[in-house]
C-alpha cells in the first residue's frame, strides 16, 4: 500500500484540493458523476478520549475521465490525513485469500520456469505471505513495503524487504544494483497510488524483456453491477476497469497479454497480466474481457451517470427502512466496522441516532467509534446480550459467513438487512 506522501502539489494540510488534471493520462479533470458528501476518513476510527473533538471532513466524489475512461476521485487530501499513526494494520486473511494466493504462486512457478536464477519482486509486500511461498520453493524474491511493521515482519519471516514506495526512482536504483525482475506482483495496492506514472513505469524499468506483471484490483463492473457504492472512500483514488488499465500500460510500453476474473475476492477481483509490448502475445482473454467492459458502456459517461442515480435511490430506500423500524421501536445494530461501513453510513445520513452499535470481531476496533456516525464498537458477544431486533450487515461481502456465525441470534428472532446491491430484510 502506498501513501499520498508522495503526491505532486499535496495540498496544504487540512484542505482538500481539486483534482485538476486525470492521474493516468493527464487529460482534463474527471466529470463527477457521484458526490458522497463531506465525510470524514473512513478508516480513522474514533478513541473513547476523542469524542469531543469533531472528525475532519472531506469532499467524497467520484468522477470518470473521458479522455482514457479512468474512474477517479475528484479531490485531493493532504497527505497527513490519509495515513496517521493509527491506520489500522490487518496481518489476518481470509482463507480464501490464502488459497487464491497459493494456487498464483503454484501457477506462476510452473508457467514461468521459476527456480533458484529467477527474481519474484512484489510490491506492497506487507507481512511477506505471499513471497515466504515463493521462499519455501528456493525461488529469489525481493518485498517492497512502505510501512515499517509490516515490513520487519517480512524480513522476520526470511523475505528480503525493501522498505520503500514504488516508483520509477525506486526501479531504477535496483535496477542499478543489478536487479531485474522474472515477475512483479502487485495485489490491491494500484487504487492507492497517488503518481500512477511513475508506478507503471517503475514496473517498465524493473521488468526483464520477457517477464511478467500481475495486477490484481477489484475492477470498477463488480462496483457498478452491484451498487458497492460504499467501497468508495478517501483512501482509494482510483477505480480500474480494463478499458482504463490497458490505455495506462500502453503509455509505458506495456501490453495486456492476460485477464482473469475471480468472482469471489474482495467483490470481483480482477487480475490484469502484462508484458513489455515486444514480448507480447495477448490471450483470447484481452479482447473478450475489452469487448465486454465496452457493451456494459464501461467506456462512457453515461453508465456511471446512472450508476450514481441508482445509489441515490439505494441510500433514500435504506435511509426510509431504518427510520422507519427505528419510529415503531425497533432497535438497530451493525455489524462490521470496516471503511465500507463507515462510507456508507456517512454518505447516507445514518447514525447513532438510529444504530445503537457495531459489532467487529477486530479486537484493536473495540471500544473505539466509527467516525463520523459516532457508533461504538463492541465485541460480536454483545449480540446476544442485547439482542437488537435488526443487523445492519455492514461487511455485506461476508454476509454468509457472518449469518452462519449468528444463527443463535437469528433463532431468538433477530433480522438481517443486507444493504447492497438493494437494501433486504433476511
Ligand atoms: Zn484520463
Known amino acids: 500500500m502506498s501513501s499520498a506522501s508522495e503526491a505532486e502539489g499535496a495540498p496544504a494540510a487540512g484542505l482538500a484540493a481539486p483534482v485538476t488534471a486525470c492521474r493516468s493520462c493527464d487529460g482534463p479533470a474527471p466529470r463527477a458523476f457521484l458526490s458522497l458528501g463531506a465525510t470524514p476518513v473512513a478508516n480513522r476510527l474514533v478513541k473513547a478520549d476523542s469524542l469531543g473533538a469533531a472528525d475532519p471532513s472531506f469532499p467524497l466524489e467520484v468522477g470518470f475521465c473521458e479522455q482514457c475512461a479512468l474512474v477517479q476521485l475528484t479531490h485531493v487530501l ?37 527456480g533458484p536464477d529467477s527474481l519474484v ?20 524474491v525481493l518485498g517492497i513495503e512502505p510501512t515499517p511493521g509490516p515490513a520487519a515482519a517480512a524480513r522476520a519471516a526470511g523475505v528480503p524487504t525493501r522498505e520503500a514506495f514504488f516508483g520509477a526512482e525506486l526501479a531504477r536504483t535496483l535496477v542499478a544494483e543489478g536487479l531485474k525482475a522474472d515477475v512483479i506482483i502487485a495485489n490491491n495496492v494500484m487504487a492507492h497510488v497517488p503518481d500512477l506514472n511513475s508506478f507503471v513505469e517503475g514496473f517498465s524499468i524493473l521488468l526483464k524483456d520477457d517477464g511478467i506483471i500481475d495486477v490484481e484490483n477489484p475492477g470498477v463492473g463488480g462496483l457498478l453491477a452491484n451498487n458497492e457504492f460504499d467501497t468508495v472512500y478517501h483512501e482509494h483514488f482510483c477505480y480500474f476497469s480494463t478499458i482504463a488499465v490497458d490505455a495506462l500500460m500502453r503509455r509505458h510500453g506495456l501490453a495486456l497479454v492476460g485477464v482473469d476474473e475471480f468472482a469471489e475476492l474482495h467483490g470481483g477481483t480482477l487480475r490484469w497480466r502484462m508484458q513489455h509490448q515486444a514480448a507480447a502475445v495477448p490471450a483470447e482473454s484481452v479482447a473478450a474481457v475489452l469487448g465486454a467492459e465496452r457493451s456494459a458502456g464501461l467506456g462512457t459517461f453515461e453508465r456511471y451517470a446512472s450508476f ?72 460480536p458477544a454483545v449480540l446476544l446480550e442485547r439482542q437488537p431486533d435488526y443487523l445492519l450487515l455492514l461487511a455485506w461481502n461476508v454476509k454468509k459467513e457472518i449469518m452462519s456465525q449468528q444463527e443463535e441470534y437469528a433463532a431468538r428472532g433477530g433480522h438481517f438487512i443486507v444493504p447492497v446491491p438493494r437494501p433486504v430484510v433476511l
Do not use: C, M
Open 308 to 379: 450514481g442515480d441508482d445509489v441515490r435511490a439505494l441510500q433514500a430506500e435504506l435511509a426510509e427502512l431504518l427510520r422507519s423500524l427505528r419510529a415503531q421501536g425497533r432497535t438497530i445494530a451493525a455489524y462490521g466496522a470496516a471503511a465500507k461501513g463507515a462510507t456508507l453510513l456517512n454518505s447516507t445520513g445514518l447514525d447513532n441516532s438510529l444504530i445503537d452499535f457495531v459489532v467487529d470481531r477486530n479486537t484493536h476496533k473495540q471500544g473505539k467509534y466509527l467516525p463520523g456516525a459516532r457508533i461504538p464498537i463492541l465485541d
Open 121 to 140: 519482486v512484489e510490491v506492497a509486500s506487507n507481512d511477506g505471505y505471499l513471497l515466504k511461498a515463493f521462499v519455501e520453493r528456493g525461488i529469489p
Open 78 to 114: 493532504p497527505a497527513d490525513e490519509i495515513f496517521d499513526a493509527d491506520y489500522p494494520y490487518f496481518s489476518s486473511f481470509s482463507d480464501t485469500l490464502v488459497r487464491h494466493s497459493e494456487k498464483h504462486v503454484i501457477d506462476l512457478i510452473a508457467s514461468r520456469g521459476l
